[in-house]
């Protein structure tokens, strides 16, 4: 039960003093038929709100010029039905609702409240009863007519108005024949809309035995549309015949998603109790042909023709209903009732106000003119209005960055419902135009484009400098802009525009390992500037020309760490050439190394190029042995866009054969020979986008040997026993691990511990592979035991052993069996009272023995127990007669030494004169 039906309990016994006064009867309460309530936001915490009855048109005496709504904050209003003519049987200012024809009255009832503040509220009325013969709801009408909408005032969220339903909740199906409604929703807040089947309500709660309708499910509802298929009403329901109602109850949540956010915030909902009457007629519904979701862009048009057929000869109708058509500008749709087929089209041209994230929803309704059972066939396409993409782009090269200008977006207003907040850049390094698809927004990520910056949605201008680290040269750069909007929607996508800097520096293309030790050497080259125009200005930077070829150790070096290699001069530009150089004496077994170019003009720094790093390769034995995993790096200013893998054919020959090439900065070289040297090299192929610039580019890292070494131990063998306490004898089998989870076993070692808790040592080993089986024999503190614990692991061939994770534990089996008489007469048979049989698996005993007074007559910790049968105390024979005795076995246990009590009788028979010795 909902909290807010508490509030309710006063009108309920109204209500039903009500109807004990007036009676239960067709003409005075049997008249509620389908409606909702709706409200609509006016301003700050005051709202409109709307109930929509649909009664019996019939049951004149229960027509309601007045009904009283509950708001949900403990404030109730007597309202007054304010549609169809003025007077009749309600006062002279009151509506007399409207005819719908078929017995349907529809009733309008609003009125307006000012809430207190920010909470949830559950806005309901009730209204006796429902009519009769509703065949899912026993006893309807018994069963009053309850309505309810939760509004929730939330200043986070934002205003909301409830959907407004176009298609009224009462409609006709025929047995047999699929049947379809949709309910025409339209959300002015533009907020998503999910639909599900739920309960009819009545005197506050789910009405008590209502079923669904027979053959129709909660899922028989699209819970994003709302189209409604039943297929299809049987001949009876509840085992009556045709014609029947049945009532069903539509649930219709609202949902709002928050600039920035994927997160859908729930923030109200409407109840619509909706009744289809059934009955068996010849006539199907009639079939509107399907008609797909689309986008338009704002500011251009939308036409759709839209068909609907008709199996019977019937004249059909088209109708359309939903966002566009109640939204300006507002589209339109022209149709002319005819015999099937039936044409209609929509148009529409919607402008930058109605650009927002959601889809609009338009549900088309075609319906025949049968006179007796008309029935209707819908249709539901969603609408996205996108904005418009920025036009205009250019790129312009400015030293190390490149400037982009666009025009003001065709939807740039930054007031109203969905402003514009700004603008996303996005980049490639490599200039690859690309169209959006019809109803594509933004920038997918799957084209290679990267996000590198905003602007707000008065700027449209951006530098990119790479974030001040400056661009490359030799790139040839792309570049999309794309417009934000407030509800998280964006424009189109611009048409991109490419750029690249001016080539008014060198550009590097080469760091490539010619040999590899600690006295190494590395080719480098680079590329001449251009001196063409938007170039290098030979004006501005004279000759002489210089090359310094700077070099520093690693990745990333400091610029500071940079030493000059070599220089070049040219005393004009036309004897500048593309240049390259060895270093030499260079580490590059152990380090890589990066370089760079500096160009002078005139003794003057013009510029650099970026700096290019050698490839530096790293081998790694693989733990499962047989294998080593090589892997590289490069930061280079070019792109490569695959590499390849070479192994030197015997170690110093310093022939390499090509092994494979991949894409990626790692490669597995599997089926080695542990414990052998296998040396490699990586030869990488890349280029600049930029198409003038010498392509492709190759490079060798620097020679990397590794030794596969095989670090994966065995599995640990599956250990299973079997303890003999008779034979005083453990028997271990295992599993032979080469046999499932290794192929180089080769021995096993043996592991046990007395107890459990103990730490397991190793006993011995089996050097045979194939042995799976040992026997154990052993003492325990000088006494024989079979209990303990034993483990079994391999070792393989390069000293790996498996981890001991289980172990197998067994115990012993004690036996000790004491007399229950015995004659101490000294005749040398039976004098003693002792273990009937020897102990077995007892480490020590402890035993009190008594007469039957309590006094101790005798007590030892000796195994044996040896008792004479005289007193411990006076030692004298003890008379005839039954003693007690308590004796503790000290067992020798798998979880330690564990005591066991044992307690019984012995009767000891002797004669007079060995009594009185």
Known sequence: MFPFFLNIKMKNFLLLLFVLIIGVTHAYATHNRAGEITYQLISGSTYRIIVTTYTKESSVSADRCQLTVYFGDGDTAIVNRINGPLGGTCDPNIGNGVSLGNDVKENIYTVIHTYPGSGNYTITMEDPNRNDGICNIPNSVQASFFLHSELIINPFLGPNSSPTLLNPPIDNACVGRCFEHNPGAYDIDGDSLSYSLTTCYANGVPILGYTMPPNMSINDIDPLKGDLHWCAPPPTCQGGPTPWYVNIAILIKEYRRLPGSSVRYYIGSILRDMQINVDACPNTPPKIKNINDTCIVAGSNLSLNVTATDAEINIVSLTATGGPLETNPRATFISSPSFSPVTGVFNWSPNCTQVQFLPYSVTFKATDSDFNNPLAGFKSIFIRVIAPAPSSLTATPSGAGITLNWNNALCNSTLGNNPLIGYSIYRKNSCDPWKHSACETGVPSSIGYTLIGSTAPTVTSFIDNNNGQGLISGIDYSYIIVANYSDGSQSYASINVCAKLVRDVPIITNVSVISTGTKDSIWTHWVKPIATSGNLDTIANPPPYEYRLMKAPGFNPASNSFTQVVSYSYSSFSQLTDTGFVSTNLNTQD??????????????????????????????????????????????????????????????????????????????????????????????????????IPRPLYNHSQIQCGIPID????????????????????????????????????????????????PLQVIDSVLNINTTTYSHQFLFDGATSVAGCYAVTAMDSTGNESPVITKQCVDNCPIHDLPNIFTPNGDGMNDFFKPLIPYRYVKDVNIEIYNRWGTLMFKTTDPDIMW????????KMCPDGVYFYICTFNEIRVDGITPHVSKGFIQLINDETNQSK
């Open 591 to 692: 380090s890589a190394y990066t370089y760079r170019v500096d160009f002078y003009s005139n003794g003057k720094l013009v510029g650099a190029t970026n700096t290019a790093s050698s490839v530096f390769l790293t081998t790694s034995p693989a733990a499962i042995g047989k294998q080593i995993n090589l892997s590289w790096q490069e930061i280079v200013p070019w792109s490569n866009y695959r590499y390849k893998v070479y192994r030197e054919t015997s170690p110093g020959s310093n022939v390499f054969t090509f092994l494979d090439s991949t894409v990626t900065q790692s490669y597995a070289d599997t089926g080695l020979v542990n414990h052998k040297k296998y040396c490699y090299k990586i030869v990488s192929i890349g280029q600049y986008s930029d198409a003038t």
């Open 711 to 758: 670090k994966t131990p065995p599995c640990q063998p599956t250990l299973t026993m079997n303890n003999d306490c008779e034979r005083i004898k453990n028997s271990l089998f295992w599993t032979n691990p080469n046999t499932y989870c290794s192929n180089d076993a080769l021995k096993y070692f043996i592991y046990f511990e007395f107890t459990k808790d103990g």
């Open 868 to 875: 004479d049968g005289r007193n411990i105390s006076n030692k």
